[in-house]
């Protein structure tokens, strides 16, 4: 059940046994700079400075349960076990800042084998390093310039539910502290949701009993593997934007299901089934959404898209719309933008000690991990 609203961005949360020091997190950003799924320095680098920068939860970009799973020839992924000793560094490093590290952990389905934004649009043929072998609830391309998909079997839905199963088992491994299932923004468990895409005629499809069915499925093959004092993330679509499709009222149902096996919170999104659908894009647009199921079905919820303003997140909190701010464009901007929303809301937060030099004064030393270790 949701806490009690907090006075503050910066007051702890705990969830499970995992105490949080802010309320503050780095969404998922795909970042495309892998080969093979393999997480390199630019990861190292780039989610590591987020953690300098006073994050209390860092998550890995969408992270491919298989190699068709992925957007692009280049997303990062944890489908081998040899993906483990790469972000296992990531960890320790963020870990060493004061951070909680998650990992989203993702299937494309129909959006899969695509060119990385700055490479091209739409699919990525094999002979361009795309695959053939794109899955999705029922054969119907996400647009016309995107992969045919193929209809998966249930031998398939099964593959599929114990790839994250996999996943999971390594994201232990690696020593992430949180793992959060995408089910947004039109990658595959989002299809099987929305009947936009999903058209099957078997206890997959249908009525929003079946239409649930893979992601509860998921969830619980994760759980078996994913110890319940550590945090598990769902990250939703609330709704399609589109008469017919997935939306809020049952997306309030399914927060309850997830709730009740065991989904520790909702990262509230939305968009990202239909191509063109027109979504009212503003500062906080989809914070409404947290701040229903929160309220409807009784389960901690995250708030992000377009918050920017260390004064709109402090409200989103305060207000009791969300448990958590979870921040992604800003912190592309501004890997440091805990830090200074602390002094632009006049509250505490501890600098790196390497970094005192250009805090604001009175700032606290970030206490050295090997002290924290160490406490009795």
Same mark, same amino acid.
């Given at each position: 059940? #949701?806490t009690?609203?907090?006075?503050s961005?910066?007051? !702890?949360?705990t969830?499970?046994a995992?105490?949080? #020091?802010n309320r503050?997190?780095v969404?998922?950003?795909?970042?495309?700079?892998?080969?093979? +799924?393999?997480?390199?320095?630019?990861?190292l680098v780039?989610?590591?400075?987020?953690?300098?920068? $006073?994050a209390?939860?860092v998550?890995?970009?969408?992270?491919?349960?298989t190699?068709?799973?992925?957007?692009?020839p280049?997303?990062l992924? &944890?489908?081998?076990?040899?993906?483990i =000793?790469p972000?296992a560094r990531?960890? *320790?490093?963020?870990h060493?800042?004061?951070?909680s590290?998650?990992?989203? &952990? %993702?299937?494309?389905g129909?959006k899969?084998?695509?060119w990385r934004?700055?490479?091209?649009e739409g699919?990525q043929?094999p002979?361009?390093?795309g695959?053939?072998?794109?899955?999705a609830?029922?054969?119907?391309?996400f647009?016309?310039?995107y992969?045919?998909?193929?209809e998966?079997d249930?031998?398939?839905?099964?593959a599929?539910t114990q *790839?994250?199963r996999?996943a999971?088992l390594? =994201?232990?491994? *690696?020593? /992430?502290?949180?793992?959060?299932?995408?089910? %947004?923004h039109?990658?595959? &468990?989002?299809?099987?949701?929305s009947p936009?895409?999903?058209?099957?005629?078997?206890?997959?499809?249908?009525?929003?009993?079946?239409?649930?069915?893979?992601?509860?499925e998921?969830?619980a093959?994760?759980?078996a593997?994913?110890?319940?004092?550590?945090?598990?993330f769902?990250?939703?679509?609330?709704?399609?934007?589109?008469?017919? +499709?997935?939306?809020l009222?049952?997306?309030i149902?399914?927060?309850?299901l997830?709730?009740?096996? $065991?989904?520790?919170?909702?990262d509230c999104?939305?968009? +990202?089934n239909v191509? $063109?659908a @027109?979504?009212?894009?503003g500062?906080g647009y989809?914070?409404? /959404?947290s701040?229903?199921?929160?309220?409807q079905?009784g389960v901690?919820?995250?708030?992000? $898209?377009?918050?920017t303003d260390?004064?709109?997140?402090?409200?989103?909190?305060?207000?009791g719309?969300?448990?958590?701010?979870?921040?992604?464009?800003?912190f592309?901007?501004d #890997?440091?933008?805990?830090l200074?929303? *602390?002094?632009?809301?006049?509250?505490?937060?501890?600098?790196p000690?390497?970094?005192?030099?250009? @805090? !604001?004064?009175?700032?606290? #030393?970030?206490?050295?991990?090997d002290?924290?270790k160490?406490k009795p």
């Amino acid at each position: 059940m #949701p806490t009690q609203n907090p006075a503050s961005l910066f007051s !702890p949360i705990t969830i499970g046994a995992l105490t949080l #020091p802010n309320r503050i997190v780095v969404s998922p950003m795909c970042e495309y700079s892998c080969e093979d +799924g393999f997480a390199n320095d630019w990861h190292l680098v780039h989610l590591g400075s987020r953690a300098v920068g $006073g994050a209390a939860l860092v998550f890995t970009e969408a992270t491919a349960v298989t190699p068709e799973g992925r957007i692009s020839p280049q997303d990062l992924g &944890l489908w081998k076990d040899e993906h483990i =000793a790469p972000l296992a560094r990531v960890t *320790a490093f963020l870990h060493s800042q004061g951070a909680s590290a998650g990992i989203q &952990l %993702a299937h494309a389905g129909r959006k899969a084998s695509t060119w990385r934004p700055w490479s091209g649009e739409g699919v990525q043929t094999p002979d361009k390093g795309g695959w053939d072998n794109v899955l999705a609830p029922s054969a119907i391309p996400f647009a016309p310039n995107y992969p045919q998909p193929h209809e998966l079997d249930r031998a398939g839905i099964a593959a599929v539910t114990q *790839a994250f199963r996999a996943a999971a088992l390594r =994201a232990d491994k *690696a020593g /992430f502290d949180v793992i959060e299932i995408h089910s %947004a923004h039109g990658y595959l &468990l989002h299809e099987f949701l929305s009947p936009i895409s999903n058209h099957r005629s078997d206890e997959y499809g249908g009525s929003i009993d079946n239409r649930v069915r893979l992601l509860l499925e998921v969830v619980a093959a994760v759980r078996a593997v994913w110890s319940r004092e550590r945090p598990l993330f769902v990250r939703i679509s609330v709704t399609d934007y589109t008469e017919g +499709g997935w939306d809020l009222p049952q997306s309030i149902r399914l927060a309850a299901l997830l709730r009740d096996r $065991g989904v520790d919170l909702i990262d509230c999104s939305s968009g +990202g089934n239909v191509l $063109g659908a @027109a979504i009212p894009l503003g500062p906080g647009y989809q914070t409404p /959404f947290s701040e229903a199921i929160r309220a409807q079905a009784g389960v901690l919820t995250g708030a992000v $898209g377009m918050i920017t303003d260390p004064a709109q997140a402090a409200h989103i909190v305060r207000t009791g719309q969300a448990d958590l701010v979870i921040i992604a464009r800003e912190f592309l901007r501004d #890997p440091y933008w805990p830090l200074h929303a *602390a002094t632009a809301l006049g509250e505490t937060a501890s600098w790196p000690p390497q970094y005192l030099r250009a @805090a !604001p004064l009175k700032s606290p #030393p970030r206490t050295p991990i090997d002290e924290v270790k160490n406490k009795p």
